[in-house]
């Protein structure tokens, strides 16, 4: 009987193990602190490169001569190695990877603490440091502890202008920013079952926000249909334990419209009791909350209308934006006055493309808010894609729940 890592790491929890790393990536930030670590370990060798990606977003296209520099390097580096590479407005790491990259059932290790969202394939995935990355790409391998699990029982479906950036935030609320530390979180009951790929991307993505490893959902009918559309054919996987030692449980249809107030991921109340503070700015974007669906649902409330606040919209891949061109969602956005960036991070984790000033207050789609994130003295609140479509339009905190 074991739970998802377990199976996946073919150890119980507790164990420490060397184990062959499936997939293995990393971004224009920790490539750079990677390739200095496997120089310096690595004896020229790299293994596997067809199973390593670097994945240029965070800080793409550049904003100093130095990032430059350093990304010119870089990318000669993945060019030498043969390795995957996604260049500037390919976008955000974790999307590009999910977007048939990585599979159900693989070891995946990222230089990126968000790693964690590629647990909605039915991946055991997780983030490292730039040195075990070298590491990896030196010897192949990394070593694990396989982590005890925490159970997410989902019940019941949302209702409302809910939607699953709501209930992540609620389950960060409910382990705390530190409830879930070094273990692993299984989302799991008949209200997971009902999700979209894209709301368990978004759900397994703020894992980390509670301090665990990973936030694992179980392959099945539609991780097959996903994987389908980018043409492969993957098996499901089957839950053997019933309980687990800690668990939570939330009901989707109780929830409301929330919001995490700055500075910590886990202090969240409705929105509505936040109605009417001003904004300077609106984010919608990254890992989080970046996806098509984020942005088709942005563009229902603001179709025909005006943003009455600075709106920044950067969508978390080129798949993603040529989706949105496609099916017109990105003419809504733009003639609502959104100012669309290229696809990547975006502003953040505040380096560039709409950092906030001092005093300043964004209510962004992201999954962190910590004291000075996008920028010096400004204050971040989270929330979806629906709130920050009727804030946008508002200029204030608005719920979404009188925009549908
Ligand atoms: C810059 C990078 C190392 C960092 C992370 O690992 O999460 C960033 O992506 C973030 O979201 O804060
Ligand atoms: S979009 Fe934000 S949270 Fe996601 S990887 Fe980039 S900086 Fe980190």
Redesign the pocket.
């Known amino acids: 009987m074991s739970t998802l890592s377990e199976q996946i790491l073919g150890a119980p929890a507790g164990e420490y193990l060397d184990r062959r790393v499936d997939r293995a990536f990393a971004h224009d930030g920790t490539g750079v602190l990677a390739l200095e670590a496997w120089r310096a370990i690595g004896n020229g060798v790299f293994t596997d490169p067809d199973r390593r990606h670097l994945i240029f977003?965070?800080i793409a296209p550049a904003n100093t001569s130095l990032t430059a520099d350093l990304q010119h390097e870089l990318r000669a580096f993945a060019k030498k190695q043969k390795i995957h590479f996604s260049d500037v407005g390919g976008g955000?790491?974790?999307q590009v990877m999910a977007e048939g990259c990585a599979l159900p059932g693989e070891v995946v290790v990222g230089a990126?603490s968000?790693t964690c969202t590629l647990g909605a394939l039915g991946a055991f995935a997780t983030g490292v440091g730039a040195t075990d990355l070298a590491g990896v790409w030196a010897t192949g391998e990394s070593w694990f502890r396989v982590p005890e699990t925490i159970g997410i029982f989902l019940e019941g479906h949302f209702t409302g202008a809910v939607e699953a950036k709501d209930l992540a935030l609620a389950y960060v609320a409910a382990l705390g920013m530190d409830g879930g530390t070094y273990r692993a979180l299984e989302f799991v009951g008949e209200g997971a079952a009902g999700l979209s790929m894209a709301d368990r991307l978004t759900l397994s993505n703020m894992a980390v926000e509670t301090g665990a490893k990973a936030g694992l959902f179980y392959a099945d009918k539609t991780t097959q249909k996903y994987f389908a559309g980018f043409g492969h054919e993957v098996g499901v996987q089957h839950r053997e334990v019933d309980g687990y030692p800690d668990e939570v449980t939330i009901d989707l249809g109780n929830l409301e419209p929330l919001l995490a107030l700055p500075p910590r991921v886990d202090t969240v109340c409705p929105v509505a009791e936040k109605e009417g503070m001003a904004v300077d700015q609106v984010f919608l974007g990254?890992?989080?909350c970046g996806r098509y669906e984020d942005l088709e649902r942005f563009a229902a409330i603001v179709k025909g209308k005006k943003v009455k606040v600075r709106t920044v919209v950067v969508p978390a891949s080129r798949a993603v934006l040529l989706r949105a061109v496609e099916t017109g969602v990105l003419t809504t956005l733009v003639e609502a006055g959104c100012a669309v960036g290229t696809p990547g991070?975006g502003p953040?984790?505040g380096a560039h493309m709409g950092v906030i000033g001092e005093g300043e207050v964004c209510l962004s789609t992201?999954?962190?808010n910590f004291r000075n994130r996008m920028g010096v003295g400004g204050e971040i609140y989270l929330a979806s894609p629906s709130t920050a479509a009727a804030t946008a339009l508002a200029g204030e905190i608005a719920s979404p729940e009188g925009c549908l």
């Open positions: 977003d965070h955000v790491c974790h990126d968000h990254t890992c989080t991070c953040c984790l992201a999954n962190r």
